[in-house]
């Protein structure tokens, strides 16, 4: 079945560091693929997505590039900053739900610690 | 933002007692809403699809009599964790979608539940 798989942490930087949090995927077909976070204390908020190969979604300083031949969706920031610690979750979509976002596969987290 | 609200945030129960949990969709109607569960270092999993006037959806390994899901109107769904044991000790997420083409899932911001 469909899958993803994230490295797993936790991974700390220190401030203006370069981020990199990989994410492979297993599906059939073709997904949207996700990046959500959770800052503390807070619910999930999707930071970013792609909804076809060789997309690339972007927001806040965080980038991640669709690869079909690779499988994969990292997520990478080139200077994260100490608001940036949270979890992060990488998912995918699989299915459609009267044209709006399905339901979605997560990855188990990665959570990024940024010390000043 | 299209928000979400989940409650409780945090709920402590006996055991063979009955949890509630109640999602509502604070300015968006949402005619489908999905229930995730969280265990510690796992990712989310998908509980089911709650469809407003119609039986939930549950995903395979799921006991539906179980976890009871009520989708009685546009904006709030239920889940209720019946006869509750401590191996039901987990974190609940709820999310939901405006309708529309690519309009993204909003999350709760989830319920721990501890069985004891």
């Known amino acids: 079945g469909n899958s993803v798989t994230q490295m797993e942490g936790p991974v700390t930087l220190s401030e203006e560091a370069f981020l990199t949090i990989n994410c492979t995927y297993t599906?059939?077909?073709?997904?949207?693929l996700f990046w959500y976070v959770q800052y503390p204390g807070e619910g999930l908020q999707l930071l970013l997505k792609a909804t076809k190969a060789d997309d690339k979604g972007s927001n806040k300083g965080f980038e991640a590039t669709y690869r079909k031949e690779t499988t994969s969706f990292h997520l990478e920031k080139g200077s994260v900053q100490v608001s940036d610690s949270a979890v992060y979750f990488c998912?995918?979509?699989?299915?459609?739900?009267?044209?709006?976002?399905?339901?979605?596969?997560f990855g188990k987290g990665t959570k990024l610690s940024v010390k000043p | 933002g299209a928000v979400v609200s989940q409650h409780p945030s945090r709920v402590i129960c006996k055991s063979g007692t009955s949890v509630k949990i109640e999602c509502r969709s604070l300015d968006f109607q949402a005619t489908t809403m999905f229930w995730y569960r969280q265990f510690p270092k796992q990712s989310l999993m998908l509980m089911a699809t709650?469809?407003?006037?119609?039986?939930?959806?549950?995903e395979q390994g799921v006991e539906k009599d179980k976890f009871l899901i009520n989708h009685a109107s546009l904006t709030l769904s239920t889940l209720t964790v019946t006869s509750a044991h401590p191996e039901d000790s987990s974190f609940y997420i709820c999310s939901a979608s405006p309708t529309g083409l690519g309009s993204p899932l909003h999350f709760g911001n989830g319920t721990r539940l501890t069985v004891t």
């Open positions: 599906a059939t077909g073709y997904p949207s």
């Open positions: 709650s469809n407003e006037g119609s039986k939930a959806t549950y």
């Open positions: 998912a995918l979509s699989d299915r459609n739900y009267g044209g709006s976002q399905g339901n979605l596969i």
